[in-house]
């Protein structure tokens, strides 16, 4: 069992940027970042897995970074220029399982195993 705690999020102009981090408490072969805005489904914003393969949605790319510190167990998610459409509970996932590292950033969150708490992220016009 693998526990992630988030942290970081908070409120912004458009424009800005933020640092989330997710703090494991075990091993994981494949991590990732989704969000969940009021009133739709959650979905994949960035992943990383335990080849340093990383992927971004669309709506992200080139704004969001996601790296990982493998000695630390941490996954940051460093977001700039955000837009009010960023606006979101963003969560921590990940999954121990080999098949994960195939996984594209579009996949549904049943494809991983562990999840954290989620963390608000509000940016305004």
């Known amino acids: 069992q693998v526990q992630l705690v988030e942290s970081g999020g908070g409120s912004v102009q458009a424009g800005g940027s933020l640092r989330l981090s997710c703090a494991a408490s075990?091993?994981?072969?494949?991590m990732a970042w989704f969000r969940q805005a009021p009133g739709k489904e959650r979905e994949g914003v960035a992943r990383i897995n335990d080849w340093s393969i990383t992927s971004y949605a669309d709506s992200v790319n080139g704004r969001f970074t996601i790296s990982q510190d493998n000695a630390k167990n941490t996954l940051s998610l460093q977001m700039n220029s955000l837009q009010p459409e960023d606006t979101a509970v963003y969560y921590c996932?990940?999954?121990?399982?080999?098949?994960?590292?195939?996984?594209?950033?579009?996949?549904?969150?049943?494809?991983?195993?562990?999840w954290g708490q989620g963390t608000q992220v509000t940016v305004s016009s």
């Open positions: 075990g091993w994981t072969r494949c």
């Open positions: 996932a990940a999954d121990q399982r080999l098949s994960c590292r195939y996984l594209s950033v579009y996949e549904p969150p049943l494809k991983y195993t562990y």
